[in-house]
């Protein structure tokens, strides 16, 4: 936030910048790493002038503004979201080699689900979307086996206990049915690790196959696996309101 004219928090503009998230940022000031007029070892919460101080990080130069760039890609399964994988599985990172800048994906797909990702160099708009306050809806579509009963599913839209505490009340379609399984559209207000995985175990299911179509104002619709597109202005808008 800025609190002067022309002067800017030294964590906020790190992250306008490209350079790293807010939280990141913080880390860094505190770890030293980062200087303002080649001298002043600032503390959390400085504030500079982003026209006059010169501002070093690991002793190079804050880079200059880059150009906001915003991809809506479909994340195949068996694809990790990360940049490098210690097993030499398949990143995201391999699919989108033609994007000079660098991009960071907006929340996470578990290796084993697929669908829409979100990914930008926007950092203050990946903090906000990722921010527990915002409450930003994704909706699943889960194929689960056995079939869930309408008691099972009470359970879920309720809010689930799990080990790292309840669920928020979750937003849920029946879209087909057999006897044997079923297929759900899921809407969740909330960003855990494979928590559809773990909601749905916790009521006597299994998720079978499992793929993101909706995030906020974006919708996957006929992207296909392994393909990105970049959003129009008026989804960019959408997401920045949001």
């Known amino acids: 936030m800025r609190t002067k004219v022309g002067l800017i ?5 790190m992250s306008e910048r490209g350079v790293c998230s807010r939280r990141e940022a913080e880390k860094w000031i505190r770890q030293g790493r980062v200087q303002i007029n080649q001298k002043m070892i600032p503390r959390l919460g400085t504030l500079v002038d982003p ?5 070093l990080i690991d002793g ?26 210690p097993e030499g599985r398949p990143t995201l990172y391999d699919y989108l080699k033609k994007i000079p800048q660098q991009i960071l994906p907006v929340g996470r797909l578990d290796f084993e689900s697929e669908g829409l990702l979100l990914l930008t160099n926007d950092n203050p708009l990946i903090d906000k979307l990722t921010h527990p306050r915002s409450k930003v809806p994704r909706v699943y579509e889960a194929h689960i086996s056995p079939c869930l009963k309408p008691e099972q599913i009470e359970i879920l839209q309720n809010g689930v206990l799990l080990e790292d505490g309840r669920t928020l009340p979750t937003r849920i379609k029946m879209r087909q049915q057999t006897p044997h399984s079923c297929r759900l559209h899921m809407t969740l207000f909330e960003g855990r690790y494979r928590q559809i995985r773990r909601m749905i175990a916790q009521v006597g299911g299994e998720v079978k196959k499992l793929r993101r179509i909706q995030m906020g104002p974006l919708h996957l619709k006929n992207l296909k696996q392994g393909h990105y597109r970049h959003l129009t202005s008026n989804e960019i808008d959408a997401l920045i309101k949001k």
């Open 60 to 85: 190079h130069p804050l880079p200059k503004t880059p150009k906001k760039i915003y991809i809506a890609f479909h994340k195949p399964r068996h694809v990790m979201v990360t940049r490098r994988d």
């Open 9 to 13: 928090r030294l964590h906020k503009l």
């Open 51 to 55: 026209d006059k101080d010169r501002i």
